[in-house]
């Protein structure tokens, strides 16, 4: 990682360095991020030579797997699909609303120094940040990939899921839930908007959090006309899904969490769940998926877990899930354009951005 950052920005001219290169210092920066198409902070694709947007591909590879490159690409791919589906119209306040050039690529600090350091790539859809200290990446979260379409048409009949097997593996584990489990699991029949979670940054995950309104997960607030539209869109995709204020409240985020325990799952849908973890931590290379799996790999790790779901348990109908414990929230939610507009991410409240191995780095080294 390390190596590819240094050559990105020795790339870069004098004007491209002061919007790419950032303090580590600005934490306020360096924990913010956003999966709308807005202004994510950095440098875009579009601002680069295509030198440089392969150097800034290079820096993503490194922070991802295989599959998990393959899964950004197809999902920046997909701004082009969704443009198409959406009658070219949407603007969002720029020239262009859905496009593959707006993706940022933002550095803190010095890749090649002793001091920790942190890189995020993000645009509509795709938010990575990971943190080094030490030599070491001390944080792979906030990770966030979702897909609009969920699913399109390929030549052939087949379909182009970039995210299908979370849908898939999600509700075949909520299938296999006994009727008691199930209980339990199901916090409401409606499913929400959007991920409760949504952009907060480490320190925001509080207890007892809504989810936040879609004007609310960009950076700055829309004015006027665009206002407007876009507390249209909430209402009427709140409306479609049947979100009333009691199905808001079932799927708070709370620290106790709300589900069926873990603890009481069968072997089968031990491993199905394991398998669906895999999912999330095997977007970044197979060392660091080791790390994270270490999470859950042990009975006593995996019985900490809470897994809870809202909605349908049909496809092509809206539904949601959320499996979470004391290092780990994975959620997932598709609700919005007809059950057909996924988002997933994956995060770590204790190491979001790096907190505790941060902290333990300026203990040791201040």
Known sequence: ??????????????????????????????????????????????????????????????????????????????????????????????????????????????????????WRFGGHHVSLNLTIADGEVAGSTPNFLGADPAGAPLLGGH??????????????????????????????????????????????????DLALPLIDVWRGRFEGELGALVEKVQADAEARAGITPEAADAVRLTREPRGTAVAGFTGAQRELLRTLLDLYVGRVPEELAAVEAAKYSADADLDRLIFSWAGSLEPAEGHYYRIQGPELLCEYDNTQRGANHVHTVWRDPRRDFGADPLAEHYRHSH
Do not use: C
């Open 159 to 208: 379909l182009l899921r970039p995210l299908g097997a979370a849908e898939d593996l999600g509700r075949e584990l909520v299938r296999s839930l006994s009727d008691e489990q199930r209980t339990a699991a199901i916090l409401s029949p409606v499913a929400p908007a959007d991920l409760v979670s949504a952009n907060r940054p480490r320190y925001g995950l509080g207890d007892g």
């Open 1 to 118: 990682m390390a190596a590819a950052a240094s050559a990105f920005l020795e790339a870069l001219d004098d004007a491209q360095l002061a919007v790419a290169a950032k303090a580590f210092d600005d934490t306020v920066e360096r924990e913010t991020w956003f999966y709308t198409p807005t202004n994510h902070g950095g440098l875009p694709l579009s601002s680069m030579t295509s030198s440089q947007q392969q150097r800034a591909m290079q820096l993503v590879a490194s922070g991802t797997s295989e599959a998990g490159y393959v899964t950004v690409s197809t999902v920046i791919g997909l701004d082009n699909v969704l443009d198409r589906v959406e009658g070219w119209w949407a603007r969002w306040g720029r020239e262009r609303g859905r496009d593959p050039g707006l993706y940022y690529v933002a550095i803190f600090g010095d890749p090649t120094g002793s001091g920790p350091w942190a």
